[in-house]
């Protein structure tokens, strides 16, 4: 970027994090974390290091705004697919399943924000980021607790539950080249399924346990 100036202000510094965001997110469906440094999304940019360094100190910083945007995009949707709930649990599950089909560069995000993108960034940062991170739950607990009949709190851990096993499942089912040509070489079967019908089958039975506890409680209550 020839023409490149310095933003001053907030809007334009929010302008200069969302094309890096940008650059990173294309670097980042095209190759794995490790070969992606703040040198390939300044060349990416056609910027300079030192003016990439004005806006994000880590590349960590760049991933994790990006995993915020992207969950929330994940959570929206989810809460928007599901509002009508309580539904039956076969439904739903295939529901929350495809859904998060949609969103599998997120699962990709997911799966390396504890080892990696949490653990170079300041504590301010990563605080900012556990507080987004809660306020963006409310409308797809209040989805898993209507279906379930659950509170809040067990809702929520219900959505971690769910949020934590979906990355797995699609590296499971979208392996590299390099890893199905190894399996190959090793004599190990072909992956077969898909990740939509096994993720369905995981939140099914999670949803249908947590509503048969739910049920149970509330009958030890009544009794």
């Keep these: 970027m020839a023409d490149y100036m310095r933003a001053r202000s907030p809007e334009h510094k929010q302008e200069r994090m969302g094309a890096i965001m940008a650059a990173a997110d294309e670097l980042f469906a095209e190759r794995p974390y490790h070969q ?3 040198g390939t999304i300044a060349e990416r940019l056609g910027w300079s ?3 990439l360094y004005k806006y994000a ?3 960590e910083e760049v991933f994790l705004a990006l995993h915020s945007t992207k969950n929330r995009a994940w959570v929206e949707e989810l809460a928007a697919e599901l509002a009508d709930a309580p539904m039956p649990a076969a439904e739903f599950a295939r529901r929350w399943a495809e859904t998060t089909e949609r969103h599998g560069d997120f699962l990709r995000y997911q799966e390396i924000i504890i080892a990696i993108i949490e653990s170079n960034v300041t504590l301010e940062r990563l605080t900012a980021f556990k507080r987004d991170f809660a306020q963006m739950l409310p409308p797809v607990t209040g989805v898993l607790a209507r279906q379930c009949g659950i509170g809040e709190a067990t809702a929520g851990d219900l959505y971690l539950r769910l949020l934590y096993q979906a990355p797995g499942l699609w590296n499971h089912f979208h392996a590299a080249e390099r890893t199905r040509e190894a399996m190959r070489a090793a ?5 077969t399924g898909s990740f939509v019908d096994a993720y369905a089958d995981f939140v099914r039975t999670c949803v249908e346990d947590a509503s048969l506890n739910a049920a149970e409680q509330r009958n030890g209550e009544n009794t």
């Excluded at 004599?187 to 992956?191: C, F, K």
């Design 36 to 38: 992606i440094t703040m």
């Design 57 to 59: 100190a880590t590349q």
């Design 49 to 51: 290091r030192s003016n």
């Design 187 to 191: 004599g190990l079967p072909e992956t």
